[in-house]
């Protein structure tokens, strides 16, 4: 995947809260970074304790405000596996996600949706498909 420069991210980032109301914030720039830089999922904890690095005066409130600010924005989505913590991805194309049952890990799977058969009539909008198993790494070591 190509590098975006930071001036277009925060031009993107500019015009995709914009769109709905919300102006960029070095909080909300913050958050947005963490997603980007290590596309792991991370939790809204995980988000946080990132974000603390950089930002020390960050909060737990203002991290769920910005997560829920990027989401309803369009640059970045919730991810629920099972009864797990829900997680964040910064990948807006359409894709499925596989969970390593042994390590926990989350990883982008590219799923083609013309290759799902829907019901004559039906028109898929986005989809959410989680795959569990066990990733390349853990089946080494088994």
Known sequence: MKARSPH??????????????????P???????????????????EVFIRAKKTM?????????????????????????LDRGATRYCP?????????CDSCQT?????LPAQAMKLPKGFKADHFDIAIHGVCADCAKKK
């Open 8 to 25: 277009i991210d925060e031009q993107h980032l500019t015009e995709q809260l914009g769109a709905t109301g919300l102006r960029l914030t």
């Open 27 to 45: 909080q909300r720039q913050q958050v947005y970074d963490v997603l980007r830089h290590k596309r792991d999922h991370p939790t809204a904890e």
């Open 56 to 80: 020390p005066d960050i909060s737990h409130a203002t991290v769920y405000n910005c997560l829920d600010a990027l989401v309803k924005s369009g640059l970045a989505r919730q991810v629920t």
């Open 91 to 99: 990948n807006m194309h359409e894709h499925g996600h596989f969970h």
């Open 106 to 110: 989350v990883f982008d799977v590219d």
